[in-house]
């Protein structure tokens, strides 16, 4: 979209947490370096801030306690939204897109849930809409997906894209400790917040999944499809099980296109461990990418923090900002595609998708237990590829049985878990977590 040419960039900022800092500093500190890319420099000229317990260095940079001030601007190009949440937030990216302000966003949740309507409403005003901030922080995915993989077509794709639940498994399986105390132990270390649950529920990756799908096989945004599972029911010895099968376990997202639709689930995984991803450890993110013509590709990285979510934000204001010097407003597709050829794939139900499971049973210590077990797994159609059975520890009358299985639908699973939790030689709930083998 043609339009007048510009020699500096105007931008305000709303929101000065740990990612609005970041990215102020960032924009200060490397302001001729961005000048050089963007082709003219780029201002911050305004600031939306709802207190003044930011820690931010302003100097003469205006602040409105009223960040809907920020988006009336009719000098402003670009506005960065860094409040986060879907409410001011999106009330603010409306405002802006509405009177045909660009907008940058770190805001996962909101493009998550929101983001089908917000792309049109800026198409409507020829505007721009970029997100690569909220997905993965410094990993530039949104962009490898968008642009330089935008001639594959994408079979799937699998990531670790929550750094605090990968900073608990791995404390978990490195130190054998339980989830309770490594939970705690991020909290204090500021990797999860005072009410964890995005993180440890599976939401946070959730959203971010939801994103990527969209990006990668051109379907519009599906939140509300996506399976999420948590972590928390996952303990230390089940870590070690995995370790001695040749597996390491992640809080895997998965989406994957199949003759039936698309796959889009969130959830504990088994990974081999001579897999790249499964040697993504700490606070760290990484998503595998497997496209037909690339191939297998892998982008790691910091996922979050004050410089690399920053970093993803700034190049998106330089995109857009190149834009503006040269006169041309490239309104990028959001979603990989133009809006005529996105395509609303049905998404799989759970119970017809099919991997291979690792389930942990307890069992009586008595003969003929697993005899009753495995005609179980056969009479639903079940392979074995693997099996463990540890013996009673001293004056235990119950052992641990660890069975990995062939590639099964869901539904079978369940099937074959409530006939054998209902066995009488069986103690409580059975430990189910699906196997991803990453190699098609």
Known sequence: MAGNKVDRTRIGICGLGTVGGGTLS???????LIAQRAGAPVDVVRVGARSDRHGCELGDIPVSRDV????????????????GGTDTALELVREALGNGVHVVTANKAMIAEYGNELFELAARNG?????????????PIIKALREGLAGNRIDWLAGIINGTGNFILTEMRDKGREFAGVLAEAQALGYAEADPTFDVEGIDAAHKLAILAAIAFGMPLRMDSVYTEGITRLTAQDLDYADELGYRIKHLGVARQTAGGVELRVHPTLIP???LLANVDGVQNAVLVEGDAAGPTLYYGAGAGAEPTASAVVADIIDIARDLVAGQVNQVAPLGCVADTVRDLPVVPMEQVETPWYLRIEAEDTPGVMSRVASVFSREGISIEALIQKPPSQLETRVSVVVLTDRTAQARVEAAVRAIEALDTIYGDITRIRVETLDG
């Open 68 to 83: 809907l001030e920020v988006a009336r601007d009719a000098q402003l190009d670009i506005l960065v939204e860094l409040i």
């Open 26 to 32: 960032l924009l200060r500190d490397n302001a001729g």
């Open 127 to 139: 505007a721009c809409l970029r997100f690569e901030a909220a997905v993965a922080g410094g990993i």
């Open 273 to 275: 461990e001579r897999r």
